[in-house]
Protein backbone atom coordinates (compact mmCIF):
# COMPACT_ATOMS: atom_id res chain seq x y z
CA UNK A 1 0.00 0.00 0.00
CA UNK A 2 1.20 3.83 -0.57
CA UNK A 3 2.89 5.42 2.45
CA UNK A 4 1.01 8.18 3.10
CA UNK A 5 3.58 8.84 6.49
CA UNK A 6 6.61 7.10 7.83
CA UNK A 7 7.65 7.26 11.45
CA UNK A 8 11.38 6.45 11.79
CA UNK A 9 12.40 4.84 15.33
CA UNK A 10 16.10 4.11 15.76
CA UNK A 11 17.47 2.65 18.52
CA UNK A 12 19.82 -0.26 20.23
CA UNK A 13 18.27 -3.72 20.93
CA UNK A 14 20.41 -6.49 22.45
CA UNK A 15 20.00 -10.01 21.26
CA UNK A 16 21.23 -12.93 22.28
CA UNK A 17 21.44 -16.11 19.94
CA UNK A 18 17.32 -16.51 19.29
CA UNK A 19 16.48 -12.98 17.98
CA UNK A 20 13.38 -11.26 19.99
CA UNK A 21 10.84 -9.43 18.23
CA UNK A 22 10.72 -5.81 18.48
CA UNK A 23 7.64 -4.91 21.61
CA UNK A 24 6.50 -1.23 21.05
CA UNK A 25 5.25 -0.21 24.50
CA UNK A 26 3.27 3.00 25.38
CA UNK A 27 3.80 4.43 29.04
CA UNK A 28 1.46 7.03 28.48
CA UNK A 29 -2.06 8.06 26.52
CA UNK A 30 -4.79 10.42 26.84
CA UNK A 31 -6.64 10.99 30.18
CA UNK A 32 -10.18 9.71 28.92
CA UNK A 33 -9.64 7.33 26.15
CA UNK A 34 -12.17 6.43 23.94
CA UNK A 35 -14.11 2.88 24.84
CA UNK A 36 -14.13 1.42 21.85
CA UNK A 37 -15.27 -2.58 20.96
CA UNK A 38 -14.10 -4.29 18.15
CA UNK A 39 -15.80 -7.46 17.72
CA UNK A 40 -14.32 -10.16 15.83
CA UNK A 41 -15.06 -10.11 12.00
CA UNK A 42 -17.01 -12.64 10.76
CA UNK A 43 -15.70 -15.08 8.20
CA UNK A 44 -17.60 -16.21 4.97
CA UNK A 45 -16.38 -19.51 3.44
CA UNK A 46 -17.39 -22.38 2.01
CA UNK A 47 -14.82 -24.36 3.36
CA UNK A 48 -12.35 -24.14 6.39
CA UNK A 49 -9.41 -21.07 6.52
CA UNK A 50 -7.32 -20.63 9.12
CA UNK A 51 -5.54 -16.71 8.60
CA UNK A 52 -2.59 -16.17 10.23
CA UNK A 53 -3.55 -12.47 11.95
CA UNK A 54 -6.87 -11.89 13.44
CA UNK A 55 -7.98 -8.63 12.20
CA UNK A 56 -10.02 -7.64 14.63
CA UNK A 57 -7.24 -7.90 17.60
CA UNK A 58 -5.01 -5.93 15.09
CA UNK A 59 -7.15 -3.05 15.34
CA UNK A 60 -7.95 -2.94 18.94
CA UNK A 61 -4.53 -3.35 19.65
CA UNK A 62 -2.85 -0.70 17.15
CA UNK A 63 -6.38 1.72 18.62
CA UNK A 64 -5.16 0.94 22.10
CA UNK A 65 -1.22 1.87 21.22
CA UNK A 66 -2.15 5.26 20.18
CA UNK A 67 -2.83 5.78 23.56
CA UNK A 68 -6.32 7.67 22.23
CA UNK A 69 -8.32 4.18 22.91
CA UNK A 70 -9.18 1.80 25.20
CA UNK A 71 -10.73 -1.56 24.12
CA UNK A 72 -13.78 -3.99 25.26
CA UNK A 73 -12.58 -7.20 26.25
CA UNK A 74 -14.86 -9.75 24.38
CA UNK A 75 -15.46 -11.41 27.56
CA UNK A 76 -18.08 -9.40 28.44
CA UNK A 77 -19.64 -8.73 25.11
CA UNK A 78 -22.80 -9.70 25.16
CA UNK A 79 -23.37 -10.32 21.38
CA UNK A 80 -21.03 -10.54 18.43
CA UNK A 81 -22.75 -8.71 15.18
CA UNK A 82 -21.53 -8.39 12.55
CA UNK A 83 -22.73 -5.95 8.76
CA UNK A 84 -25.64 -7.95 8.30
CA UNK A 85 -26.94 -8.27 11.85
CA UNK A 86 -29.19 -5.56 13.16
CA UNK A 87 -26.78 -3.60 16.58
CA UNK A 88 -28.61 -3.71 19.28
CA UNK A 89 -26.68 -0.45 21.18
CA UNK A 90 -27.88 -1.35 24.53
CA UNK A 91 -26.32 -4.31 24.77
CA UNK A 92 -23.03 -2.08 24.36
CA UNK A 93 -24.00 0.72 26.51
CA UNK A 94 -24.40 -1.47 29.40
CA UNK A 95 -20.86 -2.53 29.05
CA UNK A 96 -20.04 1.52 28.36
CA UNK A 97 -18.77 0.70 25.08
CA UNK A 98 -18.57 4.44 23.12
CA UNK A 99 -17.86 3.21 19.94
CA UNK A 100 -18.61 -0.16 18.00
CA UNK A 101 -16.59 -1.64 15.08
CA UNK A 102 -18.11 -4.82 13.43
CA UNK A 103 -16.78 -6.06 10.15
CA UNK A 104 -16.25 -9.70 8.17
CA UNK A 105 -13.83 -11.39 5.89
CA UNK A 106 -15.39 -13.26 3.13
CA UNK A 107 -12.79 -15.52 1.09
CA UNK A 108 -12.55 -15.69 -2.90
CA UNK A 109 -11.09 -18.08 -5.32
CA UNK A 110 -7.33 -17.67 -5.89
CA UNK A 111 -6.94 -17.53 -1.80
CA UNK A 112 -7.98 -13.98 -1.90
CA UNK A 113 -10.30 -12.01 0.65
CA UNK A 114 -12.54 -9.44 0.59
CA UNK A 115 -13.11 -7.63 3.98
CA UNK A 116 -15.53 -4.52 5.01
CA UNK A 117 -15.93 -2.68 8.27
CA UNK A 118 -18.88 -0.44 10.15
CA UNK A 119 -18.11 1.79 12.90
CA UNK A 120 -20.89 2.50 14.95
CA UNK A 121 -22.06 5.60 17.37
CA UNK A 122 -23.09 3.51 19.94
CA UNK A 123 -24.73 6.55 22.39
CA UNK A 124 -25.53 8.11 18.64
CA UNK A 125 -27.47 4.91 18.02
CA UNK A 126 -26.00 5.75 14.24
CA UNK A 127 -23.76 4.21 11.63
CA UNK A 128 -20.54 6.76 11.41
CA UNK A 129 -18.65 5.20 8.26
CA UNK A 130 -18.45 1.83 6.32
CA UNK A 131 -15.80 0.44 3.71
CA UNK A 132 -15.83 -2.81 1.71
CA UNK A 133 -12.13 -3.33 0.48
CA UNK A 134 -11.14 -4.46 -2.59
CA UNK A 135 -10.23 -8.57 -3.38
CA UNK A 136 -6.27 -9.16 -1.86
CA UNK A 137 -4.50 -12.12 -1.41
CA UNK A 138 -4.65 -13.61 2.00
CA UNK A 139 -1.39 -12.52 3.30
CA UNK A 140 -2.26 -9.16 2.99
CA UNK A 141 -4.71 -9.16 5.79
CA UNK A 142 -2.38 -6.97 8.03
CA UNK A 143 -2.25 -4.09 5.16
CA UNK A 144 -6.31 -4.01 5.74
CA UNK A 145 -5.95 -4.32 9.30
CA UNK A 146 -3.96 -1.11 9.59
CA UNK A 147 -5.77 0.68 6.93
CA UNK A 148 -9.33 0.30 8.96
CA UNK A 149 -7.74 1.50 11.80
CA UNK A 150 -6.27 4.68 10.08
CA UNK A 151 -9.89 4.98 9.08
CA UNK A 152 -11.12 5.00 12.60
CA UNK A 153 -8.38 6.99 14.14
CA UNK A 154 -8.66 9.79 11.83
CA UNK A 155 -12.59 9.63 12.18
CA UNK A 156 -13.08 9.87 15.82
CA UNK A 157 -9.67 11.93 16.41
CA UNK A 158 -9.15 14.21 13.75
CA UNK A 159 -5.95 13.53 13.10
CA UNK A 160 -4.07 11.57 10.26
CA UNK A 161 -3.85 7.56 11.43
CA UNK A 162 -0.44 6.46 10.44
CA UNK A 163 -0.74 2.69 11.38
CA UNK A 164 -0.07 1.83 7.72
CA UNK A 165 3.78 2.95 8.20
CA UNK A 166 6.89 1.16 8.68
CA UNK A 167 9.88 1.64 11.12
CA UNK A 168 13.08 1.23 10.81
CA UNK A 169 15.08 0.32 14.15
CA UNK A 170 18.50 -1.18 14.61
CA UNK A 171 19.38 -4.08 16.65
CA UNK A 172 23.49 -5.60 17.55
CA UNK A 173 24.01 -8.85 18.20
CA UNK A 174 27.47 -9.28 20.70
CA UNK A 175 29.07 -12.77 21.53
CA UNK A 176 32.08 -11.39 22.49
CA UNK A 177 34.73 -7.93 22.04
CA UNK A 178 35.77 -9.20 18.46
CA UNK A 179 32.39 -10.66 17.32
CA UNK A 180 29.45 -8.98 17.02
CA UNK A 181 26.87 -7.75 13.72
CA UNK A 182 24.55 -4.49 13.38
CA UNK A 183 21.26 -5.10 11.26
CA UNK A 184 19.22 -2.63 9.96
CA UNK A 185 15.57 -3.82 10.39
CA UNK A 186 11.98 -2.44 8.54
CA UNK A 187 9.14 -3.31 10.15
CA UNK A 188 5.40 -2.46 10.65
CA UNK A 189 4.52 0.19 12.68
CA UNK A 190 3.34 -2.49 15.53
CA UNK A 191 6.62 -4.42 15.29
CA UNK A 192 5.14 -7.12 12.95
CA UNK A 193 6.49 -8.64 9.92
CA UNK A 194 9.98 -7.69 11.01
CA UNK A 195 13.05 -8.50 7.79
CA UNK A 196 16.67 -7.35 7.99
CA UNK A 197 17.53 -5.42 4.96
CA UNK A 198 21.35 -4.84 6.14
CA UNK A 199 23.70 -6.23 7.97
CA UNK A 200 27.18 -5.37 9.05
CA UNK A 201 30.00 -5.93 11.74
CA UNK A 202 30.52 -2.18 11.80
CA UNK A 203 27.94 0.17 13.24
CA UNK A 204 24.81 0.89 10.90
CA UNK A 205 23.81 4.55 12.24
CA UNK A 206 21.42 7.21 11.24
CA UNK A 207 18.33 5.50 9.50
CA UNK A 208 15.92 8.74 7.34
CA UNK A 209 13.47 8.09 5.29
CA UNK A 210 13.49 10.66 1.74
CA UNK A 211 11.03 13.31 2.95
CA UNK A 212 10.10 13.10 -1.04
CA UNK A 213 7.98 10.64 -1.36
CA UNK A 214 9.30 7.75 1.80
CA UNK A 215 9.95 4.88 -1.15
CA UNK A 216 13.81 4.99 -0.29
CA UNK A 217 16.27 5.31 2.82
CA UNK A 218 19.36 6.46 3.75
CA UNK A 219 21.77 4.70 6.18
CA UNK A 220 25.17 5.55 7.26
CA UNK A 221 27.91 2.79 8.04
CA UNK A 222 31.45 1.65 7.28
CA UNK A 223 33.77 0.03 4.95
CA UNK A 224 36.45 -0.78 6.80
CA UNK A 225 37.77 2.57 8.46
CA UNK A 226 35.87 4.51 6.01
CA UNK A 227 32.32 6.26 6.65
CA UNK A 228 29.80 5.17 3.96
CA UNK A 229 26.27 6.45 3.13
CA UNK A 230 23.93 4.01 1.76
Not at 133 to 152: C, E, F, L, N, T
Request: with cysteine; charged share 25%.
Amino acid sequence: MLQLTIIFLSSFLFFSQVRAELVIEITQGVDSPIQTAVVPFRIKSDRAVVLDVDISKLIQANLERSGYFIGTERSVMLSLPSPEDKIFYRDWRAIDSEYLVIGSIEIKGNNEIQVDFELHDVFGERQVTKFMYKPVPMQGIRDIGHAISDQIFEKLTGIRGNFQTKLLYVTVERRSEKDQFFQLMMCDSDGGRAQEVFRNTDPILSPKWSPVDSSRFAFMSYDGKQAVIY
